[in-house]
């Protein structure tokens, strides 16, 4: 079956424009994770979605990204007044259970912003 | 401050060779510790995981070592292949926030043929 996907895959954007990362979770996961990678780093955990709940959104660095999930599929990062440091690839993973320790997070192929 | 530190930042390894992953963590409370496998331009995916209650774990060609008094585990690969050759990511997370993995920085390995 169809993985997580993510689009666009890659997105270039001028400094202080406006951005939305689409991420399509696989078909009847509970769970939604956003990670943002760093260039040669390991990902970092931005917010976590049970269903429409936001359950966890302590690794959003600034007030300026926001994220949500309003019918418990699809997810959309949006980050506001982009900055070079926003540079990274933003990662979507899903998992099926909700929440449940030692489920697989499956991940998606990431969309690489490049902030000019 | 980083959660989960990981070396070698890169390793090179003969065909048939062992590689050999560290990684090592400061918070106790985590009790859950996944190895993932990153291709170039895909996202990561789990390979193996373990949990503090066992001291090892073999998944085929694939062995987690884990020293809970000494807060390190390793990720061990026997009969390294090319096929192999990818970016790992050791993971840690703790059961009061057990969604959250605090990743390494990865290790870039190259199989040689």
């Known amino acids: 079956g169809a993985g997580v996907s993510q689009s666009p895959r890659y997105k270039v954007a001028k400094r202080g424009q406006d951005v939305a990362l689409r991420c399509d979770p696989i078909?009847?996961?509970?769970?939604l994770f956003w990670y943002q990678q760093a260039l040669g780093q390991g990902p970092e955990f931005l917010t976590y979605?049970?269903?429409?709940?936001?359950?966890?959104k302590s690794g959003l660095p600034s007030d300026r990204f926001f994220a949500e999930r309003p019918e418990g599929s699809v997810s959309t990062l949006k980050i506001q007044r982009t900055q070079q440091e926003d540079s990274a690839v933003y990662l979507c993973?899903?998992?099926?259970?909700?929440?449940?320790?030692?489920?697989?997070?499956?991940f998606g192929p990431g969309t690489r912003l490049t902030v000019l | 401050q980083q959660q989960v530190k990981q070396s070698p930042q890169s390793l090179i390894v003969q065909k048939g060779g062992i590689s050999i992953i560290n990684c090592a963590y400061e918070?106790?409370?985590?009790?859950?510790f996944p190895w993932y496998q990153q291709f170039p331009g895909k996202g990561p995916a789990l390979l193996i995981a373990?949990?503090?209650?066992?001291s090892e774990k073999k998944e085929g060609r694939f062995t987690i070592s884990f020293n809970k008094s000494a807060k390190q585990f390793s990720l061990h690969i026997m009969d390294s292949q090319p096929g192999d050759s990818a970016t790992y990511f050791c993971?840690?997370?703790?059961?009061?926030?057990?969604?959250?993995?605090?990743f390494g920085s990865g290790t870039k390995l190259n199989v040689k043929p």
């Open positions: 979605f049970q269903n429409e709940a936001q359950l966890d």
């Open positions: 993971a840690a997370s703790p059961p009061y926030n057990f969604n959250k993995f605090y």
């Open positions: 078909s009847g996961h509970v769970s």
């Open positions: 918070n106790t409370a985590f009790d859950y």
């Open positions: 373990i949990r503090p209650d066992v």
């Open positions: 993973a899903s998992s099926p259970q909700r929440g449940e320790r030692g489920d697989t997070q499956y």
